[in-house]
Each structure stands twice: as structure tokens, then as C-alpha cells.
């Protein structure tokens, strides 16, 4: 903004958005009017008593994301590490930046990656941070050097050449893990861009910046800890805009995901009912009823009885028996879709 407004041209604006038009008199300008027509755009109303949340269709497309990342991820330090790893997508949640960093415990090491999306049509920048205990990164340096950690062994910060080694051959393969994971929707440019064992020297923004935290638990060998992966909410927005939609444009690009997902549906159950037919009665007459009444529905012998799945009405059948059984022959389908 060019000019500093002053208080009475600041009331003005905030009682025209209150009552849905432009500011108007003798002491408007064009330049408070531009304003108030843009701030109108780009104000997004906020509700307290309910904090956003992560919808459904973003936690289905970070799950199969970040499970993607996981595995490739275990994958690769596996045969690094030499010995077995585990790596698990325990929680996803939606926190302020304030929040975590307040959670993490000092010293931590704290990754800093640089994710970049120059395809969108506004390129997307972000800073992520991916955390783990110093035990836990030192049980790994310990492991690439060929020895075999110790249980006990007091927390202290990693040297300048433990720092290097991990970073190089312990988080190199997390930013190929992680950049893999993310091609199936988006082309991501991820690049390490630091590591921190102080979470007080990681502000990147404000503090009230909300954050999209996933959680692992890591099995090494014998060795078991949690870490976390941090994105930034409004990148996650600016990647997928519409999860639902990149999500299924993912799967049905491919083959072998859509042969799971149609075998995972042919086993799930769902409910099947048939009705010879309906009608109405008032209570009066349906607190009267008693042994031996007779209930009078509209059809005809011999009409098909309606075959509803799932509450939707999808055939018509011909009541019959087989095997022993009452059964229904499937004449017509009444829904094409």
C-alpha cells in the first residue's frame, strides 16, 4: 500500500464491508475505494468456534502420499543401514507453527527442505521440515559407519562431520522419497536446505502459520522412534486444490491401482433388500392389527418385487424359490449407471 489511511478512512471501510457496498461521500477518494473492492476479494471469512480442519479428501490424498513416501524411503535406507526398517504413517494434523516448534524437544535434528512447483500456474514455494530425535539420527550414522549403536548412550548434538554424513546419505534419500511420492500429483523440485538441532532457529514465517503435520513410527532394527514430516497448509492448498479430483486422476492413471481398488470393492458387503410391496397405515390401525389380519398391498399377483442395494432402487425380480429357498430372478435393471 502507497499511503498510510487514517482512522476515519479505515471506520469508512470497515462499515461499507458491514453493509455489503463501496464507500461512498465527500471524502472518499478512488484510491480507498480500490481498496475496499479488493480487500472484498480477498477477505475469507474465519469462524473461531470452529478452526479449520483437514478435509477428507486431503487426508486421503496425504495418506496415499505419504504411505508412497514411506515405503520408498524404507526401501532405500534399508539396504543402507543393513538391517531391517519399518516405517509406518501414524497421524496427520493441522497445528500452528508456534505449536510445533514449542513441541519439539532441544537439541532435535530438523531437515529443512526447499519444495518448489514451477508447473502450477502460479509457482508454489514452500518451507518443510522433516524432524527426528538425535538419537535416532545417530543411531543411523552409527549404522552407515559400519558399527552397532549402543542402548543408553546420552543425547548430545551430532559434530560437523556427523551432520555431513547424514545429511548426505541418511536425508538425500528421504528428498528422493519424498519428491517420487508427490509425482503421481504434482511435479515437486525438492532440495535439502539445511539441518538445525535448535527448533528455536527454524522460524520461517509467522507464528501463526498452520502447519500440516504427518507422524511416523520407525522401527531400526531394534532401535524404535517416532519423526515427523511438516508442510505448510497453504502449499498443500496450492499443490492440490482440488484433492478429490487429483487423487482420482492419480488412481486412474493407474492400472495396477485400479485392479486393487476394483478387488477391494468386490469383497465388501452391501446390503441387498426386496420388496413384493408397500403401503400406508395410520397408527390407530397398526396398533389394532392381531394375529390372522390380512394387509392389502397395491399389486398385482404375479407383479416383480423391487430390488433396492444399498437404498437404491437398482432391479426388478420374480419372486421364486431354489434350493430349498426363497429366491429372486433378476428381470429388468431399472438404473443403466
Same mark, same amino acid.
Given at each position: 500500500?502507497?499511503?498510510?489511511?487514517?482512522?476515519?478512512?479505515?471506520?469508512? !471501510?470497515?462499515?461499507?464491508?458491514?453493509?455489503?457496498?463501496?464507500?461512498?461521500? =465527500?471524502?472518499?477518494?478512488?484510491?480507498?475505494?480500490?481498496?475496499?473492492?479488493?480487500?472484498?476479494?480477498?477477505?475469507?471469512?474465519?469462524?473461531?468456534?470452529? =478452526?479449520?480442519?483437514?478435509?477428507? $479428501?486431503?487426508?486421503?490424498?496425504?495418506?496415499?502420499?505419504? %504411505?508412497?513416501?514411506?515405503?520408498?524411503?524404507?526401501?532405500?535406507?534399508?539396504?543402507?543401514?543393513?538391517?531391517?526398517?519399518?516405517?509406518?504413517?501414524?497421524?496427520?494434523?493441522?497445528?500452528?507453527?508456534?505449536?510445533?516448534?514449542?513441541?519439539?524437544?532441544?537439541?532435535?535434528?530438523?531437515?529443512?527442505?526447499?519444495?518448489?512447483?514451477?508447473?502450477?500456474?502460479?509457482?508454489?514455494?514452500?518451507?518443510?521440515?522433516?524432524?527426528?530425535?538425535?538419537?535416532?539420527?545417530?543411531?543411523?550414522?552409527?549404522?552407515?559407519?559400519?558399527?552397532?549403536?549402543?542402548?543408553?548412550?546420552?543425547?548430545?548434538?551430532?559434530?560437523?562431520?556427523?551432520?555431513?554424513?547424514?545429511?548426505?546419505?541418511?536425508?538425500? =534419500?528421504?528428498? %528422493?522419497?519424498?519428491?517420487?511420492?508427490?509425482?503421481?500429483?504434482?511435479?515437486?523440485?525438492?532440495? =535439502?536446505?539445511?539441518?538445525?538441532?535448535?527448533?528455536?532457529?527454524?522460524?520461517?514465517?509467522? $507464528?501463526?502459520?498452520?502447519?500440516?503435520?504427518?507422524?511416523?513410527? &520407525? !522401527?531400526?532394527?531394534?532401535?524404535?522412534?517416532?519423526?515427523?514430516?511438516?508442510?505448510?497448509?497453504?502449499?498443500?492448498?496450492? !499443490?492440490?486444490?482440488?484433492?478429490?479430483?487429483?487423487?482420482?486422476?492419480?488412481?486412474? &492413471?493407474?492400472?495396477?491401482?485400479?485392479?486393487?481398488?476394483?478387488?477391494?470393492?468386490?469383497?465388501?458387503?452391501?446390503?441387498?433388500?426386496?420388496?413384493?410391496?408397500?403401503?400406508?397405515?395410520?397408527?390407530?390401525?397398526?396398533?389394532?392389527?392381531?394375529?390372522?389380519?390380512?394387509?392389502? !398391498?397395491?399389486?398385482?399377483?404375479?407383479?416383480?418385487? %423391487?430390488?433396492?442395494?444399498?437404498?437404491?432402487?437398482?432391479?426388478?425380480?420374480?419372486?421364486?424359490?431354489?434350493?430349498?429357498?426363497?429366491?429372486?430372478?433378476?428381470?429388468?435393471?431399472?438404473?443403466?449407471?
Amino acid at each position: 500500500m502507497d499511503e498510510i489511511l487514517s482512522q476515519a478512512e479505515i471506520d469508512r !471501510l470497515v462499515l461499507a464491508r458491514q453493509k455489503g457496498k463501496e464507500p461512498a461521500g =465527500p471524502e472518499s477518494e478512488p484510491g480507498v475505494e480500490k481498496l475496499a473492492r479488493e480487500g472484498a476479494r480477498r477477505i475469507e471469512r474465519f469462524d473461531f468456534r470452529a =478452526p479449520r480442519q483437514l478435509t477428507r $479428501d486431503q487426508i486421503r490424498l496425504l495418506r496415499k502420499v505419504y %504411505e508412497d513416501f514411506a515405503r520408498k524411503w524404507r526401501n532405500v535406507i534399508s539396504v543402507r543401514l543393513r538391517f531391517d526398517v519399518s516405517l509406518n504413517l501414524t497421524g496427520l494434523q493441522l497445528i500452528s507453527q508456534y505449536e510445533y516448534m514449542r513441541s519439539l524437544p532441544n537439541p532435535t535434528i530438523v531437515s529443512t527442505l526447499q519444495l518448489s512447483a514451477a508447473s502450477l500456474p502460479e509457482k508454489v514455494v514452500a518451507t518443510c521440515f522433516c524432524q527426528m530425535s538425535v538419537e535416532l539420527a545417530l543411531v543411523a550414522y552409527i549404522r552407515l559407519c559400519g558399527g552397532r549403536p549402543q542402548e543408553g548412550r546420552e543425547a548430545r548434538e551430532p559434530t560437523e562431520l556427523e551432520r555431513r554424513v547424514l545429511q548426505r546419505q541418511f536425508f538425500t =534419500p528421504m528428498v %528422493e522419497a519424498l519428491r517420487e511420492a508427490w509425482r503421481g500429483i504434482v511435479p515437486l523440485d525438492v532440495r =535439502p536446505a539445511g539441518l538445525e538441532t535448535n527448533p528455536f532457529f527454524l522460524s520461517t514465517g509467522s $507464528d501463526q502459520e498452520l502447519l500440516v503435520v504427518a507422524t511416523f513410527e &520407525g !522401527l531400526f532394527g531394534d532401535y524404535r522412534d517416532g519423526f515427523s514430516l511438516a508442510l505448510p497448509y497453504a502449499a498443500l492448498v496450492a !499443490l492440490a486444490p482440488d484433492a478429490t479430483r487429483e487423487l482420482n486422476r492419480n488412481q486412474g &492413471g493407474n492400472p495396477a491401482e485400479r485392479v486393487r481398488l476394483r478387488a477391494h470393492l468386490g469383497r465388501t458387503p452391501i446390503r441387498v433388500e426386496a420388496f413384493l410391496g408397500r403401503t400406508h397405515l395410520t397408527v390407530g390401525e397398526m396398533m389394532a392389527l392381531s394375529p390372522g389380519d390380512l394387509l392389502l !398391498l397395491p399389486v398385482a399377483v404375479g407383479d416383480p418385487a %423391487e430390488v433396492v442395494v444399498g437404498g437404491q432402487p437398482l432391479f426388478r425380480a420374480k419372486p421364486g424359490s431354489a434350493g430349498g429357498k426363497l429366491a429372486l430372478l433378476i428381470t429388468e435393471i431399472t438404473r443403466k449407471d
